[in-house]
């Protein structure tokens, strides 16, 4: 269990920087978001925005992993609780509880879920790079994620 937090971490961490922010940096192209891989720093702890984005990413990243293995790495349950928090939950908390801390722009709820989208495809891609080849190979054969409860097979 620690390592999957771990590993998703790490995997959550790497892709708002490698998956999200370039497709926020997209929108801001065509005015339809903010700027991306801001550096001003934000409260409550004075690091600059796109650390305390990246900091998040890697939480929700070892959250979302941890979720789905409980339900066996079924790639239905992948994409269904990967959109569900990955798209719409992230959103859902900036526009309650992070846009009026820090006096921000109120995010657009129908265009903020295509940047977390690309972040939740972004983990599960780096997450299973970080899978040991045993591990990748059962889950390239049987079409499903392999369960940290199955190592005896």
Do not use: C
């Amino acid at each position: 269990m620690a390592r999957r937090l771990i590993f998703g971490f790490a995997a959550g961490f790497i892709a708002v920087l490698l998956f999200q922010q370039p497709v926020v940096s997209l929108l801001h192209a065509h005015n339809m978001g903010p700027a991306a891989f801001v550096t001003q720093r934000v409260p409550p702890f004075g690091l600059p925005r796109i650390t305390s984005q990246a900091l998040v990413g890697g939480v929700l990243g070892g959250l979302l992993l941890l979720i789905v293995d409980r339900k066996h790495g079924e790639r239905f349950w992948l994409f269904t609780i990967g959109l569900a928090l990955g798209g719409f939950l992230p959103g859902l908390m900036v526009w309650l509880a992070v846009a009026p801390v820090e006096h921000q722009w109120m995010p657009n709820l129908f265009l903020d879920p295509i940047p977390n989208a690309a972040w939740v495809f972004g983990t599960f891609l780096i997450y299973r790079g970080f899978l040991p080849r045993r591990e990748l190979a059962t889950w390239t054969r049987r079409g499903t994620q392999p369960s940290f409860r199955d190592r005896s097979k």
